[in-house]
């Protein structure tokens, strides 16, 4: 019983601690650009396509081009975001290219 109540103490002090250090991020301006990364770091994507379109911006174009605090976008959400994981799957998905190629058509015409 003496340890239960240890480990529960303990943990909840760990909690206390946590969440005390966890830096809050507070926007410094009204900007469009500064809106983006504070939704990014919310880990919300479909807020983030919503608010993508309505900004004007593509996904790729947001990516690639905007920085939040000094720092890429993915850097940002990486180091700062909830629901990392998912967020950085979305904003760095990789742009492929896919050719079909009819091999037997162009066999044929040589």
Do not use: W
């Not at 809106?35 to 919310?42: D, E, G, N, R």
Request: aromatic share 4%; hydrophobic share 40%.
């Amino acid at each position: 019983m003496k340890n239960t109540i240890l480990a529960i103490s303990g943990f909840i002090l760990l909690s206390l601690t946590t969440n005390a250090q966890a830096a809050k991020l507070v926007p410094a301006d009204e900007a469009t650009a500064t809106k983006l990364c504070m939704t990014a770091v919310k880990g919300k994507r479909i807020t983030m396509y919503k608010e993508l379109k309505a900004a004007g911006y593509t996904l790729k174009n947001f990516a690639d081009n905007i920085q939040c605090n000094g720092e890429s976008i993915l850097s940002f959400v990486e180091h700062n975001g909830k629901n990392t994981a998912g967020m950085l799957k979305m904003l760095n998905r990789k742009r492929t290219h896919i050719a079909i190629t009819d091999l037997a058509k162009n066999n044929a015409e040589k």
